[in-house]
Structures are given as C-alpha cells and as structure tokens.
C-alpha cells in the first residue's frame, strides 16, 4: 500500500480484510525515476507518487522538447485531471495500474506508450 487510495476505501466501504499489507514507499528501487542514458525510456517506479511523475514529465518536456517527450505530454495533461492534489501527493503509478478500475486513466496511456 503507498498511498492508500483503493485500498483504504475497500477496508473502510467494502469491509475488505487484508491478512498483510506491505508498504514499498521506501524501497529506493521503487520511488525512483530516471531517463536512460540516450534519453531513450523513462523508468518510473512502482511506488513514484502521481504528483512526483506529473512534475518529471513537466521538467522533461520543457528539457526534451514536446516532440521528443510526446507521451509524457499525455501523461501530464491526463494528470492534470486526475484526482485532486492530495489524492496524487500518495497515490503510486503502480497502485494505479494494479487496481486496474475503469476510473484508472493512466493504464490506456501506458499501452500507448509501449510501457513494459
């Protein structure tokens, strides 16, 4: 769990019982993202906060040009609309991709993208 935007409300509404739950917000490994050496491919961890991605596609159009990061300008407009800031300063690109909830908007983006 690293932002408990899902399952929070599955415990609280859903009365969802989770015999472990583990918090990766301090694996290094997964609140990491970093730009191949080519500039290339973008690997974000699992547990990098919407708000930190939203701020590195930012940071990396205005360096890299709109052309070259064409994705990340989806991504960060997606963002944009995406929850309010609270929800995106603890929810994790990788809870919204394993919830996989119609509301997840990220997901369509990631297969555009050719994420791996």
């Known amino acids: ?8 409300v599955e415990v609280k509404f859903k009365n969802a019982r989770y015999p472990v739950i583990v918090a990766p917000t301090h694996v290094p ?8 050496p080519d500039s ?3 690997v974000i961890g699992a547990s990098v906060t919407l708000t930190t991605l939203l701020n ?4 990396l159009t205005n360096e890299l040009g709109a052309v070259r990061t064409s994705g990340l ?3 960060k407009e997606q963002l944009r609309w995406f ?3 609270q929800v995106r300063n603890v929810s994790s690109v990788g809870g919204n991709v ?9 997901n369509p983006l990631w ?3 050719g994420a791996e």
Do not use: F, K, M, W
Request: hydrophobic share 35%; charged share 15%.
């Open 1 to 8: 769990v690293c932002g408990n935007t899902e399952v929070g």
């Open 29 to 36: 490994e997964l609140t990491d993202v970093s730009l191949s």
């Open 40 to 42: 290339s491919r973008l």
């Open 56 to 59: 590195t596609c930012e940071s």
């Open 73 to 75: 300008v989806a991504i």
């Open 83 to 85: 929850a309010g800031p």
């Open 98 to 106: 394993c919830t996989a909830s119609p509301i997840s908007d990220l």
């Open 111 to 113: 297969i555009a993208c």
